[in-house]
Every structure is written in C-alpha cells, then in structure tokens.
C-alpha cells in the first residue's frame, strides 16, 4: 500500500461553474465517457426497470436543483451525447437498491472510517473527482469516472460524508422538496461545514428513498450515523468510541427485516461481524496497526461481496483530521485484491 503515480490518471480536477466544470468534464473524457455509460447500463439491465429508466430519466433531471441540471447539460455538450442518455446513467440508481458496509472509529483521538462500497460492474469504479464549484465548498468525490453526483466524498472543510442503501417505507412530506440521496449527499457536501450544518440539510429537504448517512467532522472529529427515511431521520451516536452500519435502521424498528436475515452476507450478519471486528481493535493493549487492521476488516470474507452480480466496487480507509485517504483505484472485490493508494491531499492549508 504504498503511495504511487500510475493511479494519477484516475483523478481529475476541475474549477468553475456547474456548467462549466460538466463542460470541461465531457470535453476531457470524449467518447470514454459513452463507453462508460453504455457499459454500465448494459451491465444493470438484468437488475433494473429499463422501462422507467427510459420514460423517467428526463423528468427526474427537470427535478433536480439546478446546480447539478446545469453540470450535466455542460457534460452533454462537452461530450457531444444526448442529455437523455446521461440522465439515464444517473437515474438507474433509482431503479434497484445496493448493499453496503462501513464503521467509524476513535483511534487516538482521530476518527478513522472504513469504508466498502457493494454495486455493479465493478470495472468502471475507482475514480476521484475534485471539484471546486463556484461559490460552494471544494470536494472530493469518489465513484465512477464523470459522476456528477456521489454516494462517497469528503470537502476542504474535512467533513466527511458517505451512505449506505437503506429500504424506506414512508414518502417525502407533500409540498416539500426532495431530491435522490446521493444528490443530497453531493449537495451536503458542497455546503455543509459541520454535522450539524448536514442535520439543518435533512431537516429542511427531504429525500425519495432511504440512507444510512456516516458524517465525520476531521475539526473535532465528531462523528454520527443518521438513519434517514424519505422524510424522517434519526440520529444514532457512537458507543464507547465507535460505530457501525451496514443496510438495516438501529434507531427505530426495520420493517423490511421481517425478524431475520437469511442471506449469506445479508446487512445482520455484516452488521455483527464488523461490529465484532472493530471492537476488538479496542481490546488489546498494543495500538491498532492503521490503516492496515482497518483494511482487513473490510477485506474480512463475512464483510467483502465477491460473488454474484453485486461485489465490493471500491473501498476507502479515511481520517479526515490528519487529510489520510487510501482508497482502491481499480481491482476487485477491492478491499482484499483492489488497487490500494493512498490520496494527496489537495488543499494542504486546510489540513493539520
């Protein structure tokens, strides 16, 4: 796990405004960029609704708040595609939930995040985006190479933020405004600077389906889960100095589970599993080897997806006090055979 330059060209950097900045991004990537979105969505075919895609990608983009409307009809310019078909490479994610797990962790006073990222075609993960948006906080993102919007990334004020797919059973409240979890998650990171700036977000927009939202602030190294339902959320706080999620509600009774889990690596088991892992980091005398003890956990054979359509597409290892990210740039199941590198921080006067 040793820092080197062959993973640079899976990183890009790009300033201004959204439309700009998704001009810029299309012109960069080209016919790469159509590549990837018809690989992507002729890999999801088996899992998805390809008739919603179709009819409901365009409404969905006239929906969204017009920072991100405005960045992709710059990429569909700079890329020469149809906007319907880049709306329908964001708007799949709508049509199937995914699995994921993480842990939060005080290790020597600075919060450590482990981090697997369960989804489909794994060959197309493994990019960063930095982004610095025109009057907004500057981010990193991680995901596919082009992705305008995120379920993982971190900004120049070291609040870190990612989900996990988590089932709801409710709809967003009449009148108010909503928007995709991963969209919020983008939009949290652009201008929160504190969790409690992301708690006033989900107060006041609500979103159309479920998340499990970790918020790790590297200032204080204050860190939650919020269990978010479309439009309700609840808080759960660390317990003796750690915290675990996977694809199940903790705070409040999961009506999805049905009182059991009985898939191989279903969210209980990983849960569990994790949840055992972690706390044993606590138990010996001798401090954690970091991020190395975190890297086998999420590499662990109970935790890691390796089989089947869904597999662990990248993983993160994270303090966003010290700006320390290592995260696989291509390879999989990533936590055990990804490309693991770890990420210079960009913006060195921000970070101690």
Not at 244 to 264: I, M, Q, R, W, Y
Request: charged share 25%; aromatic share 10%.
């Amino acid at each position: 796990m040793k820092p080197n330059a062959r993973y640079l060209d899976r990183i890009q950097h790009f300033k201004g405004n959204p439309y700009e900045i998704g001009f810029d991004i299309g012109r960069a990537l080209g016919a790469r960029l159509e590549q990837t979105i018809n690989h992507y969505i002729a890999g999801r075919e088996y899992a998805s609704d390809m008739t919603k895609l179709r009819e409901g990608a365009l409404p969905w983009l006239r929906r969204l708040p017009k920072r991100f409307r405005d960045e992709m009809e710059g990429m569909a310019e700079g890329a020469n595609l149809p906007l319907q078909r880049l709306a329908e490479w964001s708007y799949i994610e709508e049509c199937e939930s995914k699995r994921c797990s993480a842990a939060v962790g005080l290790f020597d006073r600075r919060a450590w995040i482990s981090r697997n990222n369960d989804s489909y075609v794994p060959e197309l993960w493994g990019y960063v985006t930095i982004r610095e948006v025109e009057g907004r906080i500057p981010t990193i993102s991680f995901s596919m190479e082009g992705d305008v919007v995120t379920p993982t990334g971190i900004n120049k004020d070291r609040l870190w933020l990612h989900y996990n797919f988590l089932p709801a059973w409710d709809e967003p409240g009449p009148g108010k405004p909503h928007i995709p979890p991963y969209v919020f998650l983008t939009q949290a990171l652009e201008l929160c600077r504190t969790i409690s700036d992301v708690e006033a977000l989900l107060n006041s927009t609500d979103r159309d389906g479920g998340m499990l939202l970790f918020a790790v602030d590297g200032k204080n190294n204050e860190f939650a889960i919020f269990e978010c339902m479309c439009s309700k959320h609840y808080r759960r706080q660390p317990s003796n100095g750690w915290i675990v999620g996977t694809n199940h509600f903790c705070a409040c009774e999961d009506l999805t589970l049905s009182g059991a889990d009985k898939e191989p690596l279903g969210t209980l088991s990983r849960f569990k599993r994790m949840e055992n892992l972690v706390q044993a980091l606590f138990a010996p005398q001798t401090p954690p080897n970091l991020p190395a003890d975190l890297v086998q956990i999420l590499a662990d054979d109970a935790i890691e997806r390796r089989d089947g359509q869904l597999i662990t597409v990248y993983s993160n290892v994270a303090c966003p006090s010290t700006g320390e990210i290592w995260y696989t740039f291509g390879g999989y199941p990533a936590a055990s055979r990804g490309k693991w590198r770890k990420l210079v921080w960009p913006w060195t006067d921000s970070c101690t």
